[in-house]
């Protein structure tokens, strides 16, 4: 997240955000800034009923006895996040937003490609094609330990890629429109089947996918150099997913609730 707070602070329309340093490159594990529906404010105020607070990324539910022995779910498959054990709760109860101003994705060669074809991996900074906020739909839950500690966790919701983006992956972000935000976050009265319209694709032209160099793959590298250019944007590129492997040095790999298989099956997502 590389925005001011204060425009993430309107865009979002929640008040209690601490200034934060600009982040150019966020893994899995890391804590990411997300928001839920908060109490209702007395009548007559003007204050939003939104908060937000950072949880980490990589979902636990709550049912989990040793998340060292977990799979690492950093993301859900919209299709079919209501019927899995894993989000089912959290699909009800729990929807949060998860603002970003893009994320890193990888292309692949495809496995087909000829012996000795000179394609490379290359690496995508996404981002929204007229600059700004995005938001992204996600699950939270809150796991608790044996002796009582809790840890807030989070993943993020993905769908097929639309035409645009599935140049690139076959997944992508499910991204909620400022005017959704009410109807995603509303678990009381809005049931997964009421808001299922909203985990569709957004628009092929929504997004822009601007190549950068490998940088991107080292948590260490977080300055803004990361998403320097390397060649022309790719024309008409939409959003690639959190369908991406887990850069904590292997300790789990993504788990069956994840979007990708093995660890040379996807792109790599991190946020910014």
């Not at 007559?44 to 009923?49: A, E, Q, R, T, V």
Request: proline residues 9%; hydrophobic residues 40%.
């Amino acid at each position: 997240m590389t925005e001011p707070t204060a425009r993430l602070k309107e865009f979002l329309d929640v008040v209690d955000v601490e200034e934060f340093p600009a982040r150019y490159n966020i893994a899995p594990t890391q804590p990411i800034l997300v928001v839920i529906s908060g109490d209702r404010q007395e009548q007559g105020s003007n204050l939003p009923d939104r908060k937000a607070l950072l949880v980490r990324w990589g979902f636990t539910p709550s049912w989990v006895k040793d998340p060292r022995e977990f799979p690492l779910l950093i993301n859900a498959r919209a299709e079919t996040a209501i019927g899995k054990a894993s989000f089912r709760a959290a699909m009800r109860h729990r929807r949060i937003l998860v603002p970003a101003s893009g994320f890193y994705e990888w292309h692949r060669p495809s496995k087909g490609a000829p012996k000795g074809s000179k394609e490379k991996s290359q690496a995508y900074w996404v981002r929204p094609r007229n600059g700004g906020i995005v938001a992204f739909a996600g699950l939270m839950e809150t796991w608790s330990s044996a002796d009582g500690s809790e840890v807030d966790t989070g993943a993020i919701l993905t769908t097929a890629a639309n035409k645009a983006i599935g140049r690139i992956h076959d997944r992508m972000p499910v991204v909620i429109e400022p005017q959704d935000f009410a109807r995603w976050l509303d678990c009381k009265t809005q049931e997964p089947r009421e808001i299922e319209d909203l985990l569709r694709p957004i628009d092929d032209a929504f997004f822009e996918a601007i190549p950068v160099s490998d940088k991107v793959n080292k948590v260490a590298n977080v300055g803004a150099e990361i998403q320097e250019p390397v060649s022309p944007a790719l024309a008409g590129a939409a959003a690639p997913s959190p369908t991406d492997r887990v850069r904590d040095g292997g300790r789990r790999k993504p788990g069956p609730d994840n979007d990708e298989g093995g660890p040379d099956d996807g792109g790599q997502l991190s946020l910014l």
